[in-house]
């Protein structure tokens, strides 16, 4: 299974953007890129997903680089309520066998 | 719209005492299904999945078993508890389309 690397940690400031970057550089041509994200005792929240294009939705941005190497999950205005985990996972050819790594812990400054 | 129950929200076993957990969906048909397991700290651990009725995949070797009896119902069994088996248990559904859809988790205890 192709795996996924991302900091351990990140901080940002209320009401600015934030990236969150995510390295899969064995990724193969049907993996899909996910990104799910963990409140504390909640259980993970669906965020976003692509194949090979950039994607949008009400949450966040999806930007896949063009050799697939690597993602970044884009949250435009961080508020007090984006701190949490973001997990960002590799779904081969939409299996739904999803591996969970350590993800990284966003916290928001007011 | 679709949602997902997950029952109880906590739990209190003794080692050696049998469990069930239960997770429904409404609003949605036919749906994969997947119980996850979280130890204390992050990442979670896809223990089964469920792409119909009385079809269940093991993903690791455990004291565990599901079962799903209907179309929308999920159960996570065990007929003797380990202490090991403590943890944040989470169940989940997709249409095979998209992302997953958690429910609030079962957070379980064994002394």
């Known amino acids: 299974d192709a795996k996924t690397t991302q900091p351990n940690s990140m901080e940002s400031n209320e009401e600015e953007p934030v990236h969150l970057p995510c390295n899969h550089s064995?990724?193969?041509?049907?993996?899909?890129i996910h990104w799910y994200r963990q409140l504390p005792s909640q259980g993970p929240e669906y965020v976003i997903h692509?194949?090979?294009s950039n994607v949008n939705n009400r949450m966040a941005s999806l930007a896949i680089a063009e050799d697939r190497k690597s993602s970044t999950l884009i949250l435009h205005r961080a508020t007090l309520r984006d701190a949490a985990v973001y997990y960002c996972?590799?779904?081969?050819?939409?299996?739904?066998?999803?591996?969970f790594g350590q993800g990284t812990e966003l916290s928001v400054k007011p | 719209s679709q949602t997902i129950h997950q029952w109880p929200a906590t739990l209190v076993q003794p080692v050696g005492s049998p469990l069930s957990l239960e997770c429904t969906v409404e609003g949605t048909s036919n749906p994969n299904l997947y119980w996850y397991r979280q130890a204390a700290g992050r990442g979670l651990q896809l223990l089964f999945y469920?792409?119909?009725?009385?079809?269940i995949s093991s993903e690791v070797p455990q004291n565990l078993s599901a079962s799903r009896p209907q179309d929308r119902q999920f159960i996570l069994s065990s007929k003797k508890l380990l202490l090991s088996d403590s943890g944040f248990y989470l169940c989940?559904?997709?249409?095979?389309?998209?992302?997953?859809?958690f429910g609030d988790g079962t957070r379980l205890s064994i002394l």
């Open positions: 064995t990724i193969s041509g049907t993996d899909y």
């Open positions: 469920s792409v119909g009725i009385g079809q």
């Open positions: 989940a559904w997709s249409d095979g389309t998209g992302g997953q859809h």
């Open positions: 692509g194949l090979t």
């Open positions: 996972i590799l779904d081969y050819n939409q299996g739904g066998k999803l591996i």
